[in-house]
């Protein structure tokens, strides 16, 4: 049965839902793990809005820090609970468990109302698995303080981003315009995705892999020339030495996504009017952008208290509350087109100068083109790391790096009896 938004609300109203009762008499328990930032205060939100449901937290480490292997075993161990944290690049290959329940049924009457990228990335395979929650299109953070001082104007196409390099370090020979974290996988992966060329897709029933595509190999050579050339420097992002780097004046900008918004007004308090937020360069007039993070959550196969728990989601995804409750928490980047209105006038922004971050971030949600997560994404993600590793001492290429990728993920899928066509031979 499709149960439209009011059938969630009435579900809520009545306390008439079935299962294991919660810590309010007579309510349904549902069990969600979660990592996300704030979720403690939106389900406290949530169950003290209502008596049906009483929504139980477990906080589990990040996706790639432990959470998804954390979620695999419980799902192989029929311990799963009942919602489970996915980001968009891990759906794919949570879903091929067998361990989460289809749910077009209930909530695809709510397609219309969610950011198009977003919404394609809960569906792999063409069912609805997870309900969108945030969505974090990247763009670049930069010392406007500098670049002005230095008479630098911010860079709108790759092109000029790279000139804007080497003006940075003729201002301060010690100082680059960002960092390339050869040791993160993901962030490569947003960039590739901003040139516009998918590393998997799937036709007549098997996955075409195609990491060392094009537009992937056009991302790669501009790349290693930067770090070559030692236009940029190639540290590790998220460190303390790269939030001092960045304080200092060594690390004129980052290429982040929306989650950065919130990073540096919380790494850099003493940073109060020194950043900018511009749209990330792009390649020539194509105004593509990449996205680099992002949650969904999904309701387990094995949960008997599945009606309890989408109400839970609908409310999540979709309720004014949330976004109201982010803006005082972190940075809101709603997946929810009306939550975004909602966000852009709850969110206070006294951190950043010059545009406007809604302004920028709101476009850039809207120019992201088409992408297919694959089932092995998030090892790809370890491997590509691992790949560039070398990059460092000139003993790979990132070229050379992403073919050696390709070769391997087109192995490790056929070693799982997955049909997969080498996109690079055809």
Known sequence: MRASAGTGAAL????????????????????????LTGMDQYVAAFNSAQRAVHVELSVIAAGTSGGYAQQTN???????????????????????????????????????DFLPAAWQSVRPGGKTWALPMDFCPMAFFYRRDLFRTAGIETPRTWQEFRQAASAVRRADPRARITTFPLNDGAFFAGMAWQAGDPWWSVASGSWRVGIDGAGTLRVAEYWQDMV??????????????WISAMHHGRLWGMLGATWGVGMLKKSLPADHGRWAVAPLPTWGDNPATGVWGGS?????????????????????????????????????????????????????????????????LDEAATRVPAWTWGPTSLS?????????????????????????????TVAAMRARGLAVTDGSRT
């Open 74 to 112: 419980a799902i192989r161990a029929h311990n799963a609970p009942d919602i489970l944290h996915v980001e968009y690049q891990a759906l794919p290959q949570i879903a091929t468990t067998g361990g989460l329940r289809d749910l077009s049924a209930e909530v695809d009457d709510l397609a219309g």
């Open 228 to 241: 070559a050339s030692g236009r940029t420097a190639r540290s590790a992002t998220g460190t303390q030495s």
């Open 296 to 360: 969904a959550f999904a309701i387990s196969a094995q949960s008997n208290v599945s009606e309890a728990a989408l109400a839970f989601l609908r409310w999540l995804s979709t309720d004014p509350a949330v976004p109201r409750i982010g803006a005082k928490v972190t940075f809101p980047s709603p997946a929810y087109l009306p939550s975004r209105r909602l966000a852009r006038k709850a969110y206070e922004d006294g951190f950043f100068t010059g545009t406007p971050v809604f302004d920028v």
């Open 380 to 408: 790809v993600f370890t491997t590509v790391a691992d790949a560039l590793g070398p990059v460092s001492t000139r003993a790979a290429t990132i070229p050379g790096a992403m073919r050696r990728v390709q070769s391997s």
């Open 12 to 35: 809520l109203a009545g306390g008439a839902l079935t299962g294991c009762s919660g810590r309010s008499s007579g309510a349904t328990r549902v069990r969600l793990w979660s990592w």
